[in-house]
Nanobody, 124 residues
Framework: QVQLVESGGGLVQAGGSLRLSCAASGRTFSMYAMGWFRQAPGKEREFVAGITRSGGSTYFADSVKGRFTISRDNVKNTVYLQMNSLEFEDTAVYYC?????????????????WGPGTQVTVSS
């Protein structure tokens, strides 16, 4: 299992930007597909973005397409979520997740490792 820690959350005005980072422990980071999820109060955890092991393919929820990008650095064992044009509805706790293997799912239950989360608050 890989251990994950998110950082970079905070308070930002609508229209602003934040970059989240997720640092992973261990030497096998490049074997994991990575995802970002978020959970707002009273709502279910939802898929935001994902990236395959090599970084060659990325996927986004419709609600963030064109505003968010995901990338990874397999040397630094880190995955990033660049969030631009933030909206009030993006307010949530953001979680990083890892799944061993080539398949990149969008279902939270298929990811085996999770970080503790980082709060993102967008003021309107």
């Amino acid at each position: 299992q890989v251990q994950l820690v998110e950082s970079g959350g905070g308070l930002v005005q609508a229209g602003g930007s934040l970059r989240l980072s997720c640092a992973a422990s261990g030497r096998t980071f490049s074997m994991y597909a990575m995802g970002w999820f978020r959970q707002a109060p009273g709502k279910e955890r939802e898929f935001v973005a994902g990236i395959t092991r090599s970084g060659g393919s990325t996927y986004f929820a419709d609600s963030v397409k064109g505003r968010f990008t995901i990338s990874r650095d397999n040397v630094k064992n880190t995955v990033y979520l660049q969030m631009n044009s933030l909206e009030f509805e993006d307010t949530a706790v953001y979680y990083c997740a890892a799944r061993l293997g080539a398949v990149l799912p969008t279902t939270a239950g298929l990811f085996g490792s999770w970080g503790p989360g980082t709060q993102v608050t967008v003021s309107s």
